[in-house]
């Protein structure tokens, strides 16, 4: 590693509080690795949690390794740094264990740019007796790991809290890497990818999977059951993380609104709040150390005891923050105390802008109720207001697409009010994304729109949104939407993709040209209600029956255009 890139760690590591250091000796190395930015995986509670729960034993020393910052990417190629670990600059190689926590299908290609880069064979079978066990955890290991497949010793399915500890006592017990693969295959939640054949119909669709003898045909994901008796907080402190140095602090898991679109909404089932009391707890401990809280949610403004929390946080002398907000959740109370925090911008998601089309994907909010958080914004001053839309849905025409801009235009009308001090609005922001069919929702067989379509409705909006004063519009790439969309729903064989696109630096694009498989295939194609997918293996918690039940609810006459 150059001495710049050294200094750069060194300097990170100087402005965090909270950092863990352990001695190597006689423990087990875990490199926990975010497949992206310091300021990104700084930001991941998951990430910090699990940090945390392994530091916790004594028989173990864990420590982070992080995607280069693009502006380092060069100088590491330059001077061929491998990957290092923050604490101790060790390389990636040196550790007993490599755990990656994925959060978005976009990072797979890092994962494996990573291991090159470290030496570590990308395939699984390819590995040796010294190499690390290379796993998995994170949201996309229980969405649908199945791309990624082929790389992964060992894939964590579900809630990690309880789990790493059963994987460091069957590491700690095995003689040796087969032997552990061998007794973790049987840990509650542990996918061994090797231990099950994947066979193939004519036409290319899944048509069985086959576990080892002794293993089961289905791994369920773990969840935790008692949410309590875990605090999920952020550890370790840093201004360069996307929030700073405030205090982040899970009140629960999952969602019960049940939008067709949303993938958290489904595999974090069943809903489960952390009490007031717990959290009480917690926050008292973070007023210690912080000024600053933000409640971290799939909805936190659903929080069932929202007022009583608000209550504990103001009388512990915290400003707040939330990560989550619904329209049709929204209170006085709330809005005022983010305010009175300093909050300078409010966040809804509409989702869509017509109420059929949000019928259609069960986000029942009025445009009544977005007017009236627009009129509740600016009763407390708040300046700016921030919307979340999404493009391409099941059912969607150009109409739905042109009254986003029309519905902003009927926004702003209520925005451009003075606050109570005198003050104008600031800014509305559109912010537009694609949607992107995922597994373990009832959309999971519709087809994705195409990045052409998109990038046409993406016009439109723009095009809308031109004339009105005090709007920015945001979107991504539809492009990129389309390789989230193939990694989302693909198989093994997209490995090969994932491989490419590694060896190309991450240009993912060259490595969509240059593969032989066919990316329409598991993108734009809509599929069948009777085709296997490749996450049938799993069981996650939510019902074939349920999802099939809501997608046929979502096309019902009643819901289509005019």
Known sequence: MSRSLRDKAHALLADEEGTIRKDWGGKVTV?????????????????????????????????????ADHADQAERA????????????????????????????????NVLRLLREAG???????????????????????????????????????????????????????????????????VEGIYVPARYAVAYTENGAIAEVT?????????????????????????????????????LLEVGKGCGRGCRFCLEGQV????RHRSVDALRETIGKLATESTRVGLVGACVSDYPWIGDLMDVVEEAGLELSISSLRADSLSDKLVASLARGGHRTLTVAPEAGTERLRGVIRKSISDEQILAACDMLRRHGIPNLKTYFMIGQPTETMEDVEAIPALAARMLKRLR???????????????????VPKPWTPFQWAAFDGADSLQKKLEVIKRGARPLGNVRVLHENPREAALQALLARGDRRVADFLELAAGFGGDWRRALREWDGDAD??????????????????????????????????????????
């Open 31 to 67: 490199a926990l690795v975010y497949p992206n930015t310091y300021a990104v995986g700084m930001s991941n509670l998951g990430f910090q949690t699990i940090y945390w729960h392994l530091n916790q034993r004594p028989d173990v020393v864990c420590e982070r390794v992080f995607l």
């Open 78 to 109: 330059r001077t061929e740094s491998i990957p290092t670990s923050l604490e101790s600059g060790r390389p990636l190689a040196d550790f007993h264990i490599v755990g990656f926590s994925v959060t978005y299908e976009g990072d797979y290609i």
């Open 120 to 186: 570590i064979p990308n395939r699984a079978a390819e590995r040796r007796s010294h190499d690390p066990i290379v796993l998995m955890g994170g949201v996309c290991a229980f969405s649908n790991p199945e791309p990624v497949a082929p790389f992964m010793d060992l894939i964590a399915v579900g809630e990690g809290e309880e789990l790493v500890h059963e994987l460091i006592d069957a590491y700690r017990a095995a003689a040796d890497r087969e032997a552990f693969l061998t007794k973790a295959a049987t």
């Open 211 to 247: 576990p080892a003898p002794g293993l089961a045909a289905i791994v369920a994901k773990r969840r935790l059951r008692n949410v309590n008796a875990f605090e999920t907080i952020s550890i370790v402190k840093t201004p360069h993380a996307e929030y700073g140095h405030m205090a």
């Open 268 to 271: 974090y089932r069943p809903v």
């Open 417 to 435: 009010a003075l606050d109570a001090k005198g003050h104008p609005f600031g800014r509305l922001t559109l912010s537009i994304s694609s949607f």
């Open 521 to 562: 295939f598991y993108t734009t194609r809509a599929r069948p209600i009777d085709e296997r997918l490749p996450w049938d293996h799993f069981d996650v918690g939510v019902k074939r029956s349920g999802l099939i039940r809501e997608w046929e609810r979502a096309l019902a006459p009643e819901l289509q255009p005019a």
